[in-house]
């Protein structure tokens, strides 16, 4: 078992600050943990991507985006995608792929703004409930704290979205406040909807 999934904020923080000395730049390009490997996607993974996570309707009913209809969709995303990661500015992606086989089992994602990193996440159906997400968003905040620019975490979701929020808490993040109408997730309504923050900082 990955070390760093049964870990704690304080944990996460101490073990980060033992590995490096000076400041590292968050997001980097690819992580590992025990069972998975997060890594900037490429062009040839949009048909994989397509397949596995980003045309399953599941996933999308409390996401901002709709599930896509052809791989050339979910080509011309991860077109964007790379483009973030070449400028390094934007919401940058990992694709997230298992050891074990090589199947890619999701994404998840973040966006920089001064000291606060937002995630997002998602992973095809068929691979929800083995603890994949929290595997390896416990990397993602282990990666962040590691940059000192970064002393924030923060995810959130739509109020009703129970099983992220699952994901938050097992992490080790906090629950800070509803935030009214602040989505829209076009799956789920017309209208906007109250979500749920949730964060880690760095003195936690
Ligand atoms: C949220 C999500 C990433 C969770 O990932 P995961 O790797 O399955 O996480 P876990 O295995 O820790 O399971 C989290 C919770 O999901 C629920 N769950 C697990 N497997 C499930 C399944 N097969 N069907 C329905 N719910 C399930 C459980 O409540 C679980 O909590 P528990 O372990 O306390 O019982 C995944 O459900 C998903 O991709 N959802 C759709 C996308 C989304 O909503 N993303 C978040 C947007 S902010």
Redesign the pocket.
């Known amino acids: 078992m990955d070390r760093n999934v049964s870990a704690g904020p304080e944990r996460i923080h101490r073990e980060a600050a033992s590995c490096y000395t000076r400041t590292v730049e968050f997001p980097p390009e690819e992580l590992e943990t025990t069972r998975l490997v997060l890594r900037r996607p490429t062009i040839e993974d949009a048909e994989a991507a397509f397949e596995s996570?980003a045309s399953d309707p599941?996933?999308?009913?409390?996401?901002t985006w709709t599930a896509h209809t052809s791989p050339a969709q979910t080509r011309e995303y991860f077109q964007q995608a790379i483009d973030a990661w070449d400028l390094r500015m934007g919401h940058r992606i990992w694709l997230i792929e298992r050891k074990e086989d090589g199947a890619l089992v999701?994404t998840i994602g973040c966006t920089v703004h001064f000291h606060r990193a937002e995630i997002?996440?998602?992973?095809?159906?068929r691979?929800?409930?083995?603890?994949?997400?929290?595997?390896a968003m416990k990397q993602v905040c282990a990666a962040a704290f590691q940059d000192d620019r970064i002393s924030r975490v923060q995810?959130?979701?739509?109020e009703e979205?129970?099983?992220?929020s699952?994901?938050m808490q097992?992490i080790g993040m906090q629950y800070e406040g509803r935030l009214r109408q602040y989505g829209q997730h076009p799956n789920r309504s017309d209208t906007p909807r109250d979500c749920v923050m949730y964060a880690m900082v760095r003195s936690d």
């Open positions: 996570y599941k996933i999308t009913r409390y996401l999701g997002g996440f998602a992973l095809g159906s691979f929800w409930g083995e603890g994949y997400m929290p595997e995810a959130l979701c739509d979205n129970t099983r992220s699952r994901v097992k």
